[in-house]
């Protein structure tokens, strides 16, 4: 009896050694720096291992960092360590989302058989983008079945960093949801405005639209407004260049021609622009608050355009808006540039031939000045028959205009 009960003892001694020596080896730190992590910038993440046993361990440290519960990096150690030993590992992360994460370590032995400990450890990332607004604007409240939406959006980042950031816009219809995404890049203390059209809803009846700025996979602001979808009767006539030719650096003005080609006043009439900056332009009047049945209104157009802008042709769209109907032309934009020759090369090439000309023929002081005027003279008549052309062309235009509209 006595000697079975010393095996006993023996025999949980021996179970109870494994045990105690794996709760000496344990996770003796976690952390991370800097303590308020930014989005989209480095972090260090460090783990500390002690071995308080009395063996050397084959060990393996695995340490996943979560959101929401998405593994969104992991990685791990594996290493030799002596009894009575600490060591440290530490990496890099940079996070790409804001708010709460976890910080996972596991420590196993080489195997992944046994776990010896594990700790969890939460930080919070933060931003340093923004704070920004969003505005959402329709230029008109009714829209009929199947007609695109135009919608306005002004966009402002009122922080000192510039980013790229999503804008999502949807119409909730009866069946489905309609969107429009795009991305676009907001410069540090900026003001941006766009001008979309999507599809509208084909069910009459009263409607949402929404926009929403998306960053790091979440909303930070959004805005809404509302819209009819109705057969309505009334009808805009919008006149409006097929081509619109403007060289780089330059500027043209020209008239859009509207008419309210319905039996009832329309309210609140606007002429925007689609497609090309809104820096490029800029249309007087900006509103023109009541037009009476069958009445023209003219808007003055005057397009600006940089002289880092690219040669190339540009499609436009002119859109009429008023609270009762809505109405829209495409139009093309051509931006040319033409080669530049130095005034001052000019002067001295036309001063070389002269001079040459005057010693090889001798001819008199008075005679060269009389040729001199005499091209000039040619050159100002040239120019007065051009634009008594562009007037006449402009005028022929007008009067077909006006024959098309009766």
């Known amino acids: 009896m006595k000697y079975c009960f010393l095996l006993i003892l023996i025999f949980s001694f021996l179970l109870f050694i494994p045990f105690a020596l794996s709760e000496k080896i344990e996770i003796h730190s976690l952390d991370y720096s800097p303590s308020e992590p930014v989005v989209l910038e480095n972090m260090s993440i460090s783990v500390g291992i002690q071995n308080n046993g009395i063996t050397t361990e084959n060990l393996k440290l695995k340490i996943f960092i979560t959101k929401d519960g998405i593994i969104k990096h992991q990685t791990f150690f594996e290493f030799d360590l002596q009894p009575g030993k600490t060591v440290s590992f530490s990496f890099p992360y940079v996070p790409d989302d804001i708010a709460e994460h976890e910080i996972l370590a596991k420590l196993y032995d080489k195997y992944e058989t046994e776990l010896y400990d594990s700790e969890i450890l939460r930080f919070n990332v933060i931003s340093l983008l923004g704070p920004f607004d969003l505005f959402l604007d329709i230029p008109t409240r009714t829209i009929k079945p199947g007609d695109e939406l135009p919608v306005i959006l002004r966009m402002v980042n009122n922080g000192n960093k510039g980013t790229d950031v999503k804008i999502r816009v949807e119409v909730l219809c009866v069946n489905q949801t309609l969107f429009y995404d795009f991305v676009i890049f907001l410069e540090p203390k900026s003001r941006l405005e766009k001008i979309i059209s999507m599809p509208a809803c084909k069910e009459d009846g009263l409607y949402t639209v929404s926009s929403n700025l998306i960053l790091f996979n979440r909303s930070w602001i959004s805005s809404m407004n509302q819209f009819f979808v109705n057969k309505t009767f009334f009808e805009l006539t919008l006149i409006s260049p097929e081509t619109i030719e403007v060289e780089r650096g330059e500027s043209k003005t020209f008239d859009i021609l509207v008419k309210n080609s319905a039996d009832s006043n329309i309210t609140n009439l606007i002429l925007i622009i689609e497609k090309i900056p809104s820096e490029w332009y800029e249309i007087k009047p900006s509103l023109i608050k009541d037009v009476e049945p069958n009445e023209m209104v003219v808007f003055i157009v005057t397009l600006s355009i940089p002289e880092d802008a690219s ?64 091209i000039v003279s040619i050159i100002k008549v040239k120019k007065k028959v051009e634009a008594r052309k562009f007037k006449k062309e402009r005028k022929e235009r007008f009067k077909k205009i006006l024959k098309t509209i009766e």
């Open 311 to 374: 040669a190339k042709e540009y499609p436009v769209t002119f859109d009429a808006a008023s609270n009762e109907v809505y109405k829209k032309e495409n139009s093309v934009l051509k931006i040319f540039s033409l080669p530049i020759v130095p005034i001052a090369e000019v002067e001295i090439a036309l001063f070389q031939r002269i001079s040459q000309f005057v010693v090889s023929k001798k001819i008199e002081t008075s005679l060269i000045i009389f040729s001199f005027i005499a």
